[in-house]
């Protein structure tokens, strides 16, 4: 039997890295914007040359919002079963950017908004064969 | 109109169908009256929903009319209405009908168009699963940590909206709620609770639209329209917009600015402000929304609203009547018709004709529309 091997739900969104995983976006070299993913862009409306290059996003951020989803969302979201409310957040990134993910390693009720966070990659759910499907994923610094 | 609800042994065709006949019958008109339609549908009806006017007219009988088919997600119907604005104003036709038809899944609105790694709307369903009310909470948090809104605040949001749907024998929710009652309902994307958030329905309703001599011929007390907005967002609009994963905030820019630009235009074209209006429908998606739109539509300034609505200014008595229809929380959301639904009362209530809920006096009314990806429309009314 082949041993189960971790991989990205989606892949081209965030680097594989186990201990510094990075999500993947994209700047531009004129106007100096961030998007993520890279290929959602949004520049300055007077922005010159609109060229993109892929960039590594902070791991750390500021949680600016937050919700706890009390019911399971349709597919293809995957939800454990039984399904357990689970957090997502909103996070300010250094560069500029607010970037919206699920929040892990912290109770719901526990949840509050300035902490700081950085990314994890953790499994969203299993293919088929049992390997994990990740995804990334905000923590709380400790 | 056709009535909102559930209707699953109709389609779109059926329900179009009859929102045009009524329209027909309310103006004393044929359908080969009928110079020009443009048309709007939402996702779920394949081939011939994309082009729904089209379905829709042969239906009717066909007769050669130009027809254009709108889709702006949840701004469709008021961007129909627009569109066909301009067909009259341009002097181009003389009468030409407005229609959103919609019928949607049960529950919530899932993802379109397959799995796809390269739309944002297809990840965001499979990375974070995160709803539409999940991307309103994240926005409602923030203003309760901004401006010190309560629970109680949003639960008023919704019986104020129930107060009036109460009143309107077209709304499909009849119930008044209490505070308590919104406070004990299921908590869904906290800080939401499930009665401070729109369901999604079907329904339709067709607008004829002519030109001021022509309505002579039809009634004597035609409803003018003094202007129509459309807006699309601003570059660093700092709204978790819905359907993507990121925002790029900018401090300047205002949030909703799609709406922003939609209601400034609607102002400037009609010449009248939110200071004159009489009532407005605005889109309840979410008791965040409600209180969100009294500020980006100028009714009160940033901070202000939740004491707006509490003072009891935004019911029908009050300074801005809010939603006198009873809003999406009384009728649920027919995505691409809710805005023509707006348009409907608010040419209803400029007649006089919405008896316990009528706005006494009403002379100037706004209907305002809000879509994901930036889309917003606004037409204002006056008699
Ligand atoms: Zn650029």
């Known amino acids: 039997m082949d041993a189960k091997k971790p991989r990205a739900a989606v892949d081209g969104l965030f680097t594989m890295d186990p201990e510094e ?98 990314l994890v990659l953790e499994t969203l759910h299993q293919d088929e064969k049992g390997n994990d499907l990740l995804s990334w994923k905000f923590k709380p610094v400790d | 109109m056709h009535p909102w609800g559930k209707f699953p042994r109709k389609s779109f065709v059926d329900l179009g169908v009859e929102a045009i006949i009524n329209a027909l019958n309310d103006a004393g008109m044929q359908w080969t009256d009928i110079q020009a339609m443009v048309s709007g549908c939402f996702i779920w009806d ?5 082009l729904s006017g089209h379905s829709i007219a042969a239906v009717m009988g066909e007769t050669g009319i130009p027809i254009t ?121 906290d800080p939401l609770r499930l009665l401070m958030i729109c369901a999604t329905r079907d329904g339709a309703v067709a607008t004829i639209l002519c030109s001021a001599e022509i309505a002579k011929r039809f009634t004597s007390k035609p409803v003018m329209i003094a202007g129509v907005g459309l807006g699309s967002a601003l570059y660093g609009d700092p709204t978790a917009r819905l359907g993507l994963l990121a925002a790029p905030p900018k401090t300047d820019v205002p949030m909703l600015s799609e709406s ?42 940033p901070g202000e609203a939740e004491q707006l609505l509490a003072s009891g200014e935004t019911e029908l008595a009050g300074k801005i009547p809010v939603n006198p229809s009873g809003g999406m929380a009384c009728f649920g959301e027919a995505v691409s018709a809710q805005g023509l639904l707006q348009i409907h009362e608010v040419v209803k209530q400029l007649r006089g004709e919405c008896g316990e809920r009528q706005v006494q006096g009403a002379k100037v009314g706004m209907a305002q529309t809000y879509g994901m990806l930036g889309n917003s429309a606004a037409a204002v009314f006056k008699v």
């Open chain 1, 21 to 118: 995983p990075r999500l993947i976006g994209g700047k531009c070299s004129s106007c100096g914007s961030y998007f993520f993913p890279k290929f959602y862009q949004t520049h300055k409306p007077t922005c010159s040359n609109r060229g993109v290059e892929e960039v590594l996003l902070s791991r750390r951020g500021t949680l600016e919002s937050f919700t706890v989803q009390h019911y399971p969302p349709p597919p293809p979201f995957v939800s454990p079963r039984p399904f357990v409310p689970y957090g997502l957040g909103l996070v300010a990134l250094p560069e500029g950017i607010n970037i919206i993910g699920i929040m892990t390693g912290i109770a719901v009720e526990d949840l509050k908004t300035g902490i700081e966070v950085e």
């Open chain 2, 46 to 50: 394949g081939v011939g929903g994309l």
């Open chain 2, 69 to 189: 088919n709108v889709f702006n997600v949840c701004a469709t119907a008021t961007s129909t209405f627009r569109a066909a604005y301009q067909t009259v104003a341009s002097g181009e036709q003389d009468i030409c009908l407005a229609l959103g038809t919609d019928i949607s899944p049960a529950g919530f609105l899932p993802i379109v168009g397959g799995e796809n790694p390269e739309d944002c709307d297809y990840l965001r369903w499979k990375m974070l699963g995160i709803t539409n009310p999940g991307y309103w909470a994240l926005e409602c948090r923030q203003r309760m940590e901004r401006y010190g809104t309560t629970e109680v605040d949003l639960a008023r949001a919704k019986v104020a909206c129930s107060k009036n749907g109460a009143l309107n024998p077209n709304a499909l929710y009849r119930k008044v709620y209490t505070v308590d009652e919104v406070l004990n309902s299921p908590m869904v994307a």
């Open chain 2, 260 to 301: 922003y630009m939609s209601s400034q235009m609607a102002y400037r074209t009609s010449g009248i402000g939110p200071e004159e209006m009489d009532l407005v429908e605005l889109p309840d998606n979410s008791s965040w929304h409600y209180l969100q739109y009294l500020e980006t539509l100028g009714f009160c300034g």
